[in-house]
């Protein structure tokens, strides 16, 4: 079974720059997260659809973040300008349900904002 | 308030002997509590999880302990390896969906 797929696996931008980032869940599953890492921080949740619907953006920053899942299966994650703070990791991850199920993480994006 | 925390914050050992972490939490309603591993690198991938009733779940040389109680769990690891060295991530689920992750524990195994 293929597992949860992003890209690009690294990426580096001057502060001020946009960038997109992209996730492809595991086949059948309705939810997907996008978290931050920061170095040496546990993931930190940004949103959470299920299936094309947003079912937690609290977190999100909407000044600068954006992150759409139009047609319920891959998701973009998109920060419009980047600032120096948003260097961290984005984990993508899906489950099968929402309601405590085992998430499958992606293997991440790593970002530099210099 | 909601919150997960590791303990050590890092650790060092040598190839071949045991180690335990710790993760203590205040979290309601609980639901239930996962251990992930963390690679360099690679996203999390969940070495346990266990629910209210269950205060023990091994998974090979990882075996996890959950005291509801005390609101403690550890993750033993047994006769350590080079491959161990990773971070370890104690995340406890808050009602239906939302997780509550802990910060951590680096661990490195040497030769």
């Known amino acids: 079974e293929a597992g949860v797929a992003q890209s690009p696996r690294y990426k580096i931008i001057e502060k001020r720059q946009s960038v997109a980032f992209w996730c492809n869940p595991i086949?059948?599953?309705?939810?997907l997260y996008w978290y931050q890492q920061i170095l040496g921080q546990g993931p930190k949740l940004l949103i959470q659809f299920q299936n094309n619907g947003v079912v937690d953006d609290s977190q999100l920053p909407k000044d600068r973040f954006s992150a759409e899942r139009l047609k319920g299966v891959d998701s973009t994650l998109k920060i419009q300008p980047a600032k120096l703070e948003d260097s961290a990791v984005y984990l993508c991850a899906s489950s099968l349900a929402p309601q405590g199920g085992t998430q499958y993480f992606g293997p991440g994006t790593r970002l530099t904002v210099l | 308030k909601n919150q997960v925390e590791q303990s050590p914050q890092s650790l060092i050992i040598l190839e071949g002997k045991n180690c335990t972490l710790q993760?203590?939490?205040?979290?309601?309603?609980?639901?239930?509590l996962r251990w992930y591993k963390q690679d360099t690198g690679r996203g999390p991938v969940s070495l346990t999880i266990m629910t209210f009733s269950e205060n023990t779940k091994s998974n090979g040389r990882y075996t996890a302990t959950l005291d509801a109680d005390t609101k403690q769990s550890s993750l033993h690891i047994t006769a350590s390896q080079l491959s161990d060295s990773a971070s370890y991530i104690c995340?406890?689920?808050?009602?239906?969906?939302?997780?509550?992750f802990g910060t951590g524990t680096r661990l490195q195994v040497f030769p």
């Open positions: 086949s059948g599953h309705a939810t």
């Open positions: 993760c203590n939490y205040t979290v309601s309603p609980f639901s239930n």
């Open positions: 995340v406890v689920s808050a009602g239906t969906d939302k997780l509550i």
